[in-house]
């Protein structure tokens, strides 16, 4: 059974940091793209990042990492603002060429999601 558990969200302040993890389990990690999505009150789910085996892609002012050893991958966020409130979603799939997947739609995976709020 393939798991996906979020942690790290939380609440901070306008111009912080917050790194969250996802930990997978149930699948070949180190052949799996796992991807970030954050879904804000009222708008649709967002791309925000992606890794695979061999690289990824990002938002500018966050990055992602992947540890095989741990079976997790991180999304550290920098400079947050008010926007960026919304319910963040690490989902992954062991498809695609290890470059990273920026379509939701190609993921068989998904977490429960983890909350993050960016205010004053």
């Known amino acids: 059974q393939v798991q996906l558990e979020e942690s790290g969200g939380g609440w901070v302040q306008p111009g912080g940091s917050l790194t969250l993890s996802c930990l997978v389990s149930g699948l070949n990690f180190d052949r799996a793209t796992v991807g970030w999505f954050c879904q804000g009150p009222g708008k649709d789910r967002e791309f925000v990042a992606t890794i695979g085996w061999s690289g990824g892609r990002m938002k500018g002012r966050f990055f992602v990492s992947r540890d095989e050893a741990e079976n997790t991958a991180t999304l550290q966020m920098n400079d947050l603002e008010p926007e960026d409130t919304a319910v963040y979603y690490c989902?992954?799939?062991?498809?695609?060429?290890?470059?990273?997947?920026?379509?939701?739609?190609?993921?068989?995976?998904w977490g429960q999601g983890t909350q993050v709020t960016v205010s004053s």
């Open positions: 989902a992954a799939t062991e498809q695609g060429d290890g470059s990273g997947i920026v379509d939701p739609s190609s993921y068989d995976y």
